[in-house]
């Protein structure tokens, strides 16, 4: 059978294993083809190809349910389930999403773009299932990386204790994340790899005693006990865990043998209760650069199938935010011993491998476990240190409870930095940064910050270092402007204040962050119809800066506020409730992503359908004002 011909997973039931295998290399040539041409996770699902296969060919996807965490591991299950042909389309705008989502096919049975929800999902289907006396089959399938999300292990801990539940959680075992893992369970785990399982020894144990004169077949209770405790003595010390938590434990199995794995899983389909299936994989398997360069190759832009390069851009784009502020820190770590770069498993996404590299012992990551990282930047705070947590926005979401409660209500010196702030392309609504101003400008204590460019950057995160107390700094994924750093000295900015870019009367246009940059071209158009504005760069949503802004609003009288974020409770509110507390009641128009899903597509053409390209904002200000009468 050909791939292309697959339009049902249930068309691999009674393929042999010769023909499955047939199917997982035609799997990793198309999904290398698409990847390479548009780009997309790469080293995830060429990992777990067997895995998809020999799991789907066990299962009735018309009835049972599979949900697969994060959804980096997606793409052969999105191949095998009807998406062979418009794969070409992948994390392109309208065509196929990057992750799992549940309007895109009936096969996505729960969507999610972070990690460790799969098996409290899996777990929740299962419980309606019973109840409804029902019986299709639950499936989660897990990596190592994001089994060490504290989410996870609750699910596991509350499966544990419902033994009548039955739930298959397959643990894909790749020693990698995005980083790799890290803490006592990656510990674990790699113990099991390099202990041959004796998982089979305790049913030797019992076929001999049936064997002993004057017993038989007959086992005495007492005798049955010895399965049991002699399993607990056999089993792989991670296996131990997971048994005493409550899950019978099949594993470590070769995750890209079909055969074992087929019967393995089917072995797991009939024990009606909570079982962890244990599968070693290789992330990247069949790609020779993404199995030597799994943290590389995890996710890629278009490159060359041949040489495994990147391809370049044909214009030189200057260097990233997320680099910037990561040398920024190397310098700062280099003449401050106390100050601490803290990440949960993206140290290269975030900046903070120069950290790593070159200072190690200032240099913390925690895993998939954003609560934690910044509860435990927070006891860190309480004794002296400087922690710098460097989480992307769409993440630190995770850990709103940990910042309120842990961080705003104490006042601690915790400086928190936001990468991938805004829109982010073609990882969809799951990762886009829209929510961070208006989830931060709750929580009291906190200052709020966002530079115009680079050299602003520096300057706010030594101005964030230097304060007393937890603020919050912002910054867009991708290129900066280009404009000139330094290598030291940075000048701290006096908290709350703002700047004037350019002296305009007609309107005044408030620019936060990144839109700083929209907000002057957006001014040239305007220039060209003879609409002078002035332009003003924020640079704080809290605090605002009242002594600045006032006496401009009270002059020129119509207001636009930009932002790239949710116009509901975002920078634009702020604005608008700085002037009612000042009993001021003028024209506020706010520009900045309403009250929508951002899906998948290019940073420009998800701005270009929000209407925020200059020359888009530039026409709803001049309509909005009635400027050309």
Not at 148 to 158: K, Q, V, Y
Not at 494 to 500: C, D, K, L, S
Request: glycine fraction near 10%; charged fraction near 20%; proline fraction near 5%.
């Amino acid at each position: 059978m050909l791939l292309s011909e697959l339009s049902h997973p249930n068309q691999l039931h009674g393929l042999t294993v010769s023909q499955l295998e047939e199917i997982a290399c035609q799997i990793r040539e198309r999904h290398l083809q698409v990847v390479s041409t548009s780009g997309g996770h790469l080293g995830p699902g060429l990992g777990v190809v067997e895995l998809t296969l020999a799991l789907y060919q066990t299962l009735d996807l018309d009835f049972d349910k599979v949900v697969w965490d994060v959804g980096h591991q997606g793409y052969p299950h999105k191949l095998i389930t009807g998406r062979y042909g418009q794969f070409d389309s992948l994390r392109q705008q309208n065509g196929v999403a990057g992750y799992l989502k549940r309007s895109e096919s009936k096969f996505d049975h729960f969507g999610a773009g972070h990690a460790s929800t799969s098996i409290s999902a899996a777990l929740g289907m299962a419980i309606a299932r019973d109840r409804k006396g029902e019986n299709y089959k639950c499936v989660a399938v897990i990596g190592d990386g994001a089994l060490t999300g504290g989410m996870a292990l609750e699910a596991i801990n509350h499966a544990g204790h419902l033994p009548n539940t039955p739930l298959v959680v397959v643990l894909n075992d790749n020693d990698m994340s995005i980083s790799p893992p890290v803490g006592a369970l990656s510990s674990y785990l790699n113990k099991v790899r390099v202990s041959p399982p004796l998982q089979f020894l305790s049913d030797s144990v019992q076929e001999s005693v049936k064997n002993i004169p004057l017993i038989g077949k007959d086992i005495p209770e007492e005798l049955k006990n010895i399965k049991g405790s002699v399993r607990r003595l056999s089993v792989p010390k991670v296996g131990a865990v997971f048994e005493e938590l409550g899950f019978t434990y099949m594993g470590p199995i070769d995750g890209h043998d079909i055969g074992n794995l087929v019967k393995t899983f089917n072995a797991a389909h009939k024990l009606k209760r909570p079982v962890l299936v244990h599968v070693v994989t290789t992330k990247g398997k069949g790609y020779p650069y993404a199995e030597a360069d799994q943290v590389g190759y995890h996710a890629q832009s278009a490159f060359d199938l041949t040489t495994g390069k990147s391809i370049p851009s044909k214009k030189p784009k200057p260097v990233s935010y997320s680099k910037i502020f990561g040398q920024t820190l190397l310098k700062i770590c280099e003449q401050d011993s106390k100050v601490v770069g803290i990440t949960a498993a993206m140290a290269t996404g975030t900046g903070l491998d120069i950290l790593q590299k070159n200072i190690p012992d200032q240099y913390i990551d925690v895993g998939i476990a954003e609560q934690h990282a910044v509860t435990l930047a927070a006891g860190m705070s309480c004794d002296g240190l400087k922690p710098v947590v460097a989480i992307y926005s769409t993440f630190l979401q995770r850990a709103f409870d940990q910042l309120i409660h842990d961080v705003g209500i104490q006042n601690l010196p915790v400086s928190f930095v936001l990468d991938r702030a805004g829109i982010v392309g073609a990882d969809g609504p799951t990762h886009q940064g829209q929510y961070d101003i208006s989830y931060m400008r709750s929580i009291p204590n906190f200052v709020l910050m966002a530079p115009k460019d680079e050299s602003e950057l520096q300057r706010m995160l030594i101005t964030s270092i230097n304060h007393n107390g937890p603020t919050a700094l912002r910054i867009p994924r991708g290129s900066g402007l280009g404009v000139a750093v330094m290598d030291e000295g940075w000048e701290p900015l006096n908290i709350g204040e703002a700047e004037i870019l350019e002296e305009g009367e007609d309107i005044l246009i408030i620019a936060y962050g990144s839109m700083v940059a929209s907000a002057i071209e957006t001014a040239k158009i305007l220039k060209n119809m003879n609409i002078n504005p002035c332009i003003v760069n924020a640079r704080f949503v809290k605090p605002l800066d009242k002594n600045l802004i006032m006496p401009l609003v009270n002059r020129i009288q119509k207001v636009v506020t930009m932002e790239e974020g949710t116009l509901i409770g975002g920078f634009g509110s702020a604005i608008v409730e700085l002037l009612n507390d000042n009993e001021v009641n003028i024209p506020v128009y706010r520009i900045g992503i309403p009250d929508v899903l951002v899906d998948h597509a290019s940073p420009d053409q998800s701005k270009e359908k929000l209407g925020l390209k200059p020359d888009q904002m530039a026409d709803k200000i001049v309509k909005k004002f009635k400027l050309n009468n």
